[in-house]
């Protein structure tokens, strides 16, 4: 049956909101640094609340010097580059540099452990690593390295000097401030949007984790989505919290502000108890708050709230109740904005300062086109007038999309031949073209913010001695926000073997934090459907009547690292009606 036409569907936003416009030849955000940095120098880009500021002419210099030294070390065009590094201007600084370069980096996650480290690095074949000395691939994790990888570089600021650590490949332990060096003349190279910049990992594609590879111009577009949505300009300050290595802190918050020529404040990670302080203290207009993180911020909120607060635009996802966005903007003065998005595909619908709906994730950027598909293909009408069934997604613009996944699996590719994807999520869209999530089609987990594979922790839990068959499955959690806690139902070898509290300990030993299981259920035989699989649905249908061992809670105060694998994002008009200066 062929699919209904994208011209059925109501209007996206607004023509108020301008398209990204100029010659997409200049959609790279390295060019646009310079330009920022040439125009006003001395404005603060960069505030690292570990301690670092920088200025645009700072950071142009030093994104000039850190691309010459890595040119010296031999990093080309093309080469692969995986990075393990906290949230620090040292993994802005690089980030550009490579872009400057050329070479592709790869962002993994720090949370990461064991089997899925091994996968990632296979699936990324890097060349060089660099790393923090106390991640993932620190000289004291014990990582097997692959053998494509000829260079490893550990950031360290307690060195005193570059350092060879005699391992069996070239590895250094040196500052950034040793790695920069004095020279700031790299090579030329020619990029365009159709570059691949970064490569973001996402386990929210089904299945194991697959890297989305992001060109320039996906880069570019998704800072420009934000930036024209939320009304920034040079007079505003973002504080992000979230990770760098996911998209939303990196491509849209810090991207989005560099286009504007404002300030980003930089958070090592999101903690309740200093969130207020640290908005507060250095001025934040505008931020955004993924899963529980805008429950915390709201419990810690005092009325009235302090009157050096400044915000002005919340992003949030998933969309909030309506008594929850109206006692936080209540006391904070801020508009809460709903969005949605994909690590694919950039952020795409987006609620506005001018134009929102209560409950709604926004409207469709009309640069992009939507499609929803019901089990027979057509989308479900809805009592309402609405239309329902899954999200599919289309880019209009060229080289705004991830280019292809790399996968374990055979298919790579993001889109079908006519260039819909697959967003896997069921969601209703009224008759103003706004959005309305109801659901997942694909079987994951999110917690804290972070997309969890299924597969992924079952794999991990099988390789203990003891187990022989586990079913990972998502409960929802007490949090508000669209959470869900993560619930192993394990059969154990004869019957006996390891106790709940043992397989608490172990999971915590090989999964990251985010996905350890708040659950625990033990079984005689896991349910089964017809064909012979797992039956999901039984397991979480009896959760209820069932629970299993809980695990004794932790701290509730400081969350792990809040991610953004799913964003966000409205129409067109001349570029003068934006805060965007041109660039060249």
């Known amino acids: 049956m062929r699919p209904p036409s994208a011209r059925r569907y109501p209007r996206s936003a607004s023509s108020a909101i301008p398209a990204p416009s100029g010659d997409s030849r200049g ?22 609340l570990e301690g670092q500021t920088l200025s645009y002419g700072e950071t142009a210099l030093s994104v000039r010097r850190l691309a010459t030294s890595l040119a010296e070390r031999g990093v080309r065009a093309g080469d692969q580059i995986a990075t393990a590094l906290p949230n620090s201007s040292a993994a802005i600084l690089l980030w550009l540099a490579f872009a400057r370069l050329g070479a592709v980096e790869h962002a993994l996650n720090i949370e990461w452990k064991g089997s899925v480290v091994d996968h990632v690095l296979e699936l990324a074949r890097p060349r060089i690593i660099v790393t923090s000395p106390d991640s993932m691939l620190g000289p004291a994790s014990g990582q097997v390295v692959p053998s494509c990888v000829d260079t490893v570089l550990v950031l360290d600021e307690t060195a005193r000097e570059e350092q060879d650590l005699g391992l069996h490949l070239h590895s250094t332990r040196l500052t950034l401030a040793q790695l920069m060096g004095d020279s700031d003349r790299p090579p030329k190279v020619a990029i365009g949007p159709e570059t691949p910049s970064v490569v973001v990992y996402s386990s929210g594609l089904g299945g194991r984790t697959k890297g989305c590879v992001c060109p320039n111009g996906q880069a570019y577009v998704m800072a420009h989505n934000h930036a024209v949505c939320l009304d920034l300009s040079r007079d505003d ?29 930089l958070s090592q990670r999101f903690s309740k108890s200093s969130w207020l302080r640290n908005v507060c203290a250095y001025g934040a207009t505008t931020t955004t708050l993924l899963g529980p993180m805008l429950e915390f911020v ?11 607060l400044k915000l002005r635009t919340v992003v949030v996802a998933p969309v909030p109740s309506d008594e929850t966005r109206d006692r936080f903007e209540r006391l904070t003065e801020a508009k809460l904005l709903g969005v949605y998005g994909t690590t694919a595909m950039g952020n795409f619908c987006y609620n506005t300062i001018r134009a929102r709906k209560a409950r709604s994730a926004g409207r469709i950027l009309p640069w992009y086109q939507i499609r929803l598909e019901g089990a027979d293909g057509t989308p479900a009408a809805g009592a309402d007038g609405s239309l329902e069934g899954e999200l599919l997604v289309r880019a209009m613009l060229p080289h705004t999309t991830a280019l292809h996944l790399l996968s374990a699996d055979s298919e790579t590719s993001l889109t079908d031949r006519d260039g819909w994807h697959r967003t896997g999520d069921e969601v209703a869209l009224d008759q103003d073209g706004y959005v309305f999530f109801r659901g997942r089609v694909t079987d994951y987990i999110r917690r804290r913010g972070e997309n969890i594979s299924v597969v992924e922790v079952e794999e ?12 990972c499955i998502g409960i929802p959690s007490s949090y508000a926000g669209g959470e869900d806690d993560v619930k192993l139902c394990v059969v154990r070898k004869d019957g006996h073997g390891p106790t709940a509290a043992d397989i608490f300990a172990f999971a915590g030993d090989v999964l990251p934090r985010f996905a350890a299981p708040r659950f625990i259920h033990l079984l005689d035989a896991l349910p089964r459907t017809k064909e012979g699989a797992i039956d999901r649905v039984a397991l979480r249908d009896a959760h209820a009547a069932t629970p299993g061992t809980e695990r004794e809670s932790g701290r509730a105060a ?16 001349s570029l003068a009606a934006t805060n965007i200066p041109p660039v060249g």
Not at 558 to 573: I, K, N
């Open 558 to 573: 400081e969350l792990g690292r809040p991610s953004a694998t799913d964003q966000v994002g409205t129409t067109h008009g």
């Open 27 to 48: 959609w790279l955000l390295t060019r646009v640094l310079e330009a920022r940095a040439s125009e006003h120098p001395d404005a603060p880009f960069l505030l690292d």
């Open 237 to 265: 300050v973002c504080h992000t919290s979230l990770p760098l290595f996911h998209s939303h802190a990196r491509l849209i918050q810090a991207g989005s502000i560099l286009l504007v020529g404002g300030t980003l404040v």
């Open 460 to 471: 991990a839990v099988l390789s203990h001695d003891g187990i022989s068959e586990v079913a």
């Open 298 to 308: 709201l419990g810690e909120l005092p009325d009235p709230a302090p009157h050096n």
